[in-house]
Nanobody
Framework: QVQLVESGGGLVQAGGSLRLSCAAS????????MGWFRQAPGKEREFVAA????????YYADSVKGRFTISGDNAKNTVTLQMNTLNPEDTGVYFC???????????????????WGQGTQVTVSS
Protein backbone atom coordinates (compact mmCIF):
# COMPACT_ATOMS: atom_id res chain seq x y z
CA GLN A 1 0.00 0.00 0.00
CA VAL A 2 1.37 3.39 -1.01
CA GLN A 3 0.67 6.47 1.06
CA LEU A 4 1.32 10.05 0.08
CA VAL A 5 1.60 12.44 3.01
CA GLU A 6 1.54 16.20 2.57
CA SER A 7 2.83 18.78 5.02
CA GLY A 8 3.49 22.49 5.15
CA GLY A 9 0.06 24.03 4.78
CA GLY A 10 -1.19 26.83 6.97
CA LEU A 11 -2.45 30.38 7.19
CA VAL A 12 -0.53 33.16 5.49
CA GLN A 13 -1.19 36.77 4.53
CA ALA A 14 -1.49 37.80 0.92
CA GLY A 15 1.95 38.26 -0.59
CA GLY A 16 3.47 35.65 1.67
CA SER A 17 5.00 32.27 0.95
CA LEU A 18 4.49 28.65 1.92
CA ARG A 19 6.34 25.47 1.09
CA LEU A 20 4.44 22.21 0.75
CA SER A 21 6.10 18.84 0.91
CA CYS A 22 4.91 15.38 -0.07
CA ALA A 23 6.53 12.08 0.76
CA ALA A 24 5.56 8.59 -0.29
CA SER A 25 5.74 5.70 2.12
CA UNK A 26 4.80 2.06 2.18
CA UNK A 27 5.28 -0.23 -0.76
CA UNK A 28 7.83 1.25 -3.14
CA UNK A 29 6.73 2.08 -6.66
CA UNK A 30 8.40 3.97 -9.41
CA UNK A 31 6.41 7.11 -10.06
CA UNK A 32 6.69 8.57 -13.53
CA UNK A 33 4.79 11.74 -12.71
CA MET A 34 4.03 13.59 -9.49
CA GLY A 35 1.92 16.67 -9.09
CA TRP A 36 -0.07 19.04 -6.98
CA PHE A 37 -3.76 19.79 -7.26
CA ARG A 38 -5.99 22.01 -5.18
CA GLN A 39 -9.64 22.27 -4.35
CA ALA A 40 -11.44 25.34 -3.09
CA PRO A 41 -14.80 25.08 -1.30
CA GLY A 42 -17.59 24.40 -3.76
CA LYS A 43 -15.21 23.98 -6.68
CA GLU A 44 -13.73 21.05 -8.54
CA ARG A 45 -10.22 19.83 -7.93
CA GLU A 46 -7.85 21.64 -10.28
CA PHE A 47 -4.34 21.15 -11.54
CA VAL A 48 -1.60 23.30 -10.00
CA ALA A 49 1.79 21.87 -10.99
CA ALA A 50 3.45 18.61 -11.98
CA UNK A 51 6.81 17.12 -12.78
CA UNK A 52 7.70 14.34 -15.20
CA UNK A 53 10.62 12.47 -13.74
CA UNK A 54 11.99 11.06 -17.00
CA UNK A 55 13.23 14.48 -18.12
CA UNK A 56 12.33 16.58 -15.08
CA UNK A 57 10.07 18.76 -17.17
CA UNK A 58 7.70 20.83 -15.06
CA TYR A 59 4.19 22.03 -15.83
CA TYR A 60 2.12 24.76 -14.22
CA ALA A 61 -1.38 26.12 -14.29
CA ASP A 62 -1.45 29.59 -15.82
CA SER A 63 -2.74 31.02 -12.55
CA VAL A 64 0.40 30.00 -10.64
CA LYS A 65 3.08 30.26 -13.32
CA GLY A 66 5.94 32.46 -12.15
CA ARG A 67 4.87 32.22 -8.50
CA PHE A 68 4.99 28.49 -7.73
CA THR A 69 7.87 26.07 -8.24
CA ILE A 70 7.66 22.28 -8.14
CA SER A 71 10.72 20.20 -7.41
CA GLY A 72 11.66 16.97 -5.74
CA ASP A 73 13.66 13.79 -5.60
CA ASN A 74 12.49 10.92 -7.76
CA ALA A 75 14.66 8.37 -5.97
CA LYS A 76 13.06 9.29 -2.65
CA ASN A 77 9.57 9.77 -4.08
CA THR A 78 9.32 13.26 -2.62
CA VAL A 79 8.00 16.41 -4.20
CA THR A 80 7.75 19.97 -2.94
CA LEU A 81 5.80 23.02 -4.00
CA GLN A 82 7.28 26.40 -3.22
CA MET A 83 4.50 28.98 -3.30
CA ASN A 84 5.38 32.67 -3.41
CA THR A 85 3.33 35.83 -3.73
CA LEU A 86 0.24 34.04 -2.51
CA ASN A 87 -3.16 35.62 -2.94
CA PRO A 88 -6.60 34.74 -1.51
CA GLU A 89 -7.50 32.89 -4.73
CA ASP A 90 -4.83 30.33 -3.84
CA THR A 91 -6.83 29.25 -0.80
CA GLY A 92 -7.86 25.60 -0.79
CA VAL A 93 -6.88 22.08 0.11
CA TYR A 94 -3.73 21.07 -1.71
CA PHE A 95 -3.31 17.44 -2.71
CA CYS A 96 -0.20 15.58 -3.74
CA UNK A 97 -0.69 13.02 -6.50
CA UNK A 98 1.41 10.40 -8.24
CA UNK A 99 1.13 7.94 -11.06
CA UNK A 100 3.09 4.84 -12.04
CA UNK A 101 1.91 5.12 -15.63
CA UNK A 102 4.67 6.17 -17.98
CA UNK A 103 2.57 7.44 -20.85
CA UNK A 104 -0.48 9.48 -19.86
CA UNK A 105 -2.83 11.56 -21.93
CA UNK A 106 -2.29 14.77 -20.01
CA UNK A 107 -0.14 15.49 -16.97
CA UNK A 108 -2.77 18.05 -15.91
CA UNK A 109 -5.60 15.56 -15.62
CA UNK A 110 -6.99 14.57 -12.24
CA UNK A 111 -7.97 11.13 -13.56
CA UNK A 112 -4.40 10.35 -14.65
CA UNK A 113 -3.17 9.93 -11.08
CA UNK A 114 -3.92 6.82 -9.06
CA UNK A 115 -2.30 7.79 -5.77
CA TRP A 116 -3.43 10.77 -3.69
CA GLY A 117 -2.58 12.29 -0.36
CA GLN A 118 -5.15 13.39 2.20
CA GLY A 119 -4.54 17.05 1.47
CA THR A 120 -3.22 20.00 3.42
CA GLN A 121 -5.12 23.25 3.95
CA VAL A 122 -3.70 26.49 2.60
CA THR A 123 -5.47 29.68 3.62
CA VAL A 124 -4.40 33.08 2.30
CA SER A 125 -5.90 36.07 4.05
CA SER A 126 -6.33 39.43 2.36
Amino acid sequence: QVQLVESGGGLVQAGGSLRLSCAASGRTFRFFHMGWFRQAPGKEREFVAAIRWSDRNTYYADSVKGRFTISGDNAKNTVTLQMNTLNPEDTGVYFCAATTTMIIRTIRGVSEYEYWGQGTQVTVSS
